[in-house]
């Protein structure tokens, strides 16, 4: 493993509890379930109002390639400036540019003059937000927690944040949305208002100290250089990058596919909520029980049951337009699919140095999500050639091809990377 140069300097915070996950980790946790629920809302809120401006496929899905494209563009400056400043800092500068963006809009709504080309505008600074707080709240962790306790503390904050976002917040945006659309906006600019508040009860100090000063362009490089030359990361983000522009692809279209009684499956828009929950069920029920499925499967064959998890769910809707047989599939699936992030993100940070975790953090995540917005554009482009139901069963196909990484992603790679990040502690 290469790219380290020197020794991590941590004093820029307090020390982890290592008795605990402490009360710190907890205001975090509190800030991050209410900062979720404001995302999870608005995630569902944006497309079903931009089905009211139109029924375009390629429109529509543009609203959730505008959202992620920042992914692609303004990820690794995220990441370096993680690592620049507080990283607590720069979560609370994210949420009040979220409340202040979709609180704006929520205005607009209410005297009718919104537009589609205005909602991709909002989703795109909605999704520079996302980078800067994402990314310095993933970094953040290993200086409120020890690293033994990385799997549990990021396995608590999984569970509330997908049932926030996918369990709780789908639902509510449905509810929201056939309220008023106004009403729909601006539930999640006080959300995102409350979390600023949790946030600034998480004490301490969290810059990492720099011992000598560089420029942007020169640390981006640094954390590409490391993430590239690491041949388990460098697969693992590739992996993550495909099943995103897979996901991104078919979640894109599924609105039109769900939603109304002439679609296929022919829900109402609290209904297709309902409907999404289910997949967020799995996701929360399998986070917190990660640890007990990995303990009993070993990380790699978990890893692989999570991609044909991952195929299934793409699938199904190509195969049935039952709801209950979706919903079903949806919730065994994301059992599964709760797995691995868990344990890719906790080895990600357990294996990465912390003055580089920001950059390592924004680069894999530049992979990983910078794909979304063409998978968002190319299920759009495949519903209009092909039709609908065809998306899923192209895609469903195409996620099978994942696992050839597990070539790579074997128990034994894992373990010698972990095992050359404990030496090179002990040496520093």
């Excluded at 009860?201 to 954390?223: K, N, Q, Y």
């Excluded at 769900?258 to 069920?281: K, M, N, R, W």
């Amino acid at each position: 493993m290469t790219g380290v140069e020197e020794p991590v300097r941590t004093d820029a915070s307090p020390r982890p509890d290592e008795s605990g996950l402490g009360g710190r980790f907890w205001r975090l946790w509190s800030a991050s379930a209410v900062s979720n629920l404001a995302d999870g809302i608005v995630k569902i809120a944006l497309p079903l109002v931009a089905v009211g401006y139109t029924r375009s496929p390629v429109l529509v899905a543009g609203v959730a390639a505008a959202y992620s494209l920042p992914w692609l563009l303004f990820a690794l400056p995220a990441g370096a400036l993680a690592d620049r400043l507080d990283r607590r800092q720069v979560m609370l500068a994210a949420n009040t540019l979220r409340a202040a963006l979709i609180g704006a809009l929520a205005l607009v709504a209410a005297f009718d003059a919104g537009s589609i080309w205005l909602l991709y505008l909002v989703a795109l600074g909605l999704g520079v937000a996302e980078t800067l707080y994402d990314t310095s709240a993933q970094s953040i962790l290993p200086q409120v927690v020890t690293r033994d306790q990385l799997p549990r503390a990021n396995g608590r904050l999984a569970a509330v944040e997908l049932a926030a976002n996918q369990f709780v917040g789908p639902p509510l945006a449905g509810f929201l949305v056939a309220a008023g659309v106004a009403l729909a906006l601006a539930g999640p600019a006080v959300l995102w208002a409350v979390a600023v508040a949790a946030l600034l009860l998480v004490a301490g100090r969290f810059r990492i100290e720099r011992d000598a000063p560089t420029t942007m362009r020169a640390d981006i490089v640094e954390g590409l250089r490391f993430l590239w030359r690491h041949r388990l990361l460098r697969t693992l983000a590739t992996m993550v990058g495909t099943s995103n522009f897979i996901t991104s692809g078919i979640f894109a279209v599924l609105v039109l596919y769900a939603v109304g009684p002439d679609s296929a499956i022919g829900l109402t828009e609290p209904g297709y909520g309902v409907l999404l929950t289910t997949i967020a069920a799995g996701i929360v029920l399998g986070s917190v029980a990660t640890a007990q499925i990995e303990q009993r499967l070993g990380r790699s064959r978990t890893l692989a049951l999570s991609v044909l998890a991952m195929a299934a769910v793409v699938g199904v809707p190509a195969l049935s337009t039952n709801p209950f047989v979706i919903g079903t599939v949806f919730f065994a699936g994301g059992i599964l699919l709760a797995t691995w992030n868990v344990i890719t993100i906790s080895l990600r940070q357990r294996i990465t140095p912390d003055r580089l975790l920001g950059r390592v953090n924004s680069g894999y995540r530049m992979l990983a999500w910078g794909s979304m917005p063409a998978g968002a554009l190319v299920g759009g482009l495949l519903a209009e050639a092909f039709g609908l139901r065809a998306v899923f069963a192209i895609l469903g196909s195409l996620t099978l091809t994942l696992l050839l990484g597990m070539f790579v992603v074997t128990d034994a790679n894992i373990d010698a990377a972990e095992r050359d990040t404990t030496e090179r502690d002990a040496a520093n």
